[in-house]
């Protein structure tokens, strides 16, 4: 009876042992989940249009939070201003979604379905901007290399 109740003490502490190590590796992901979402959070892009005309500033969420038009692009006409930023909002968007790429696959890795899942989110901007002449400003602290999350991943 003995190696019977020695046995099952055994048995029920592995399992206890096992069920600890998982629930300190599931908090310790949800604290590395919550750290990925406030980066992402704080994340912005700025793009400025190949002769100065627009500078635009989108969020982590493609919100434009900042338009500056200057003097140079007040001399366009309202389609090509209008075209151009389009074109910008589109080129700081696919940055953002960059350096957004980039930290999600840092902290998840290249393998992870939830990592595919959050970068599918931000192709709605397209490929990534070439390299257009434009200048571009990153949020304090992300210099990270950008990832081209527009491409092909497996």
Known sequence: MDQVQDAAEQAVSKAKARFEAIARETKARAERDRELAAKVKAMSATMTSRRDEVKITVNHAGQVTDVTIT????????????????????????????????????????????SSRTLSAYDVFGAPPQDTGGSSDRTPGNNRMPWNIGGNRS
């Open 71 to 114: 003097e140079r692009g007040m001399e366009l006409s309202a389609q090509e201003l209008s075209r151009m930023v389009q074109e910008t909002i589109r080129q700081a968007g696919a940055k953002v979604g960059q350096l957004v790429g980039g930290v999600v696959r840092e902290s998840w890795g290249d393998d992870n379905p939830e």
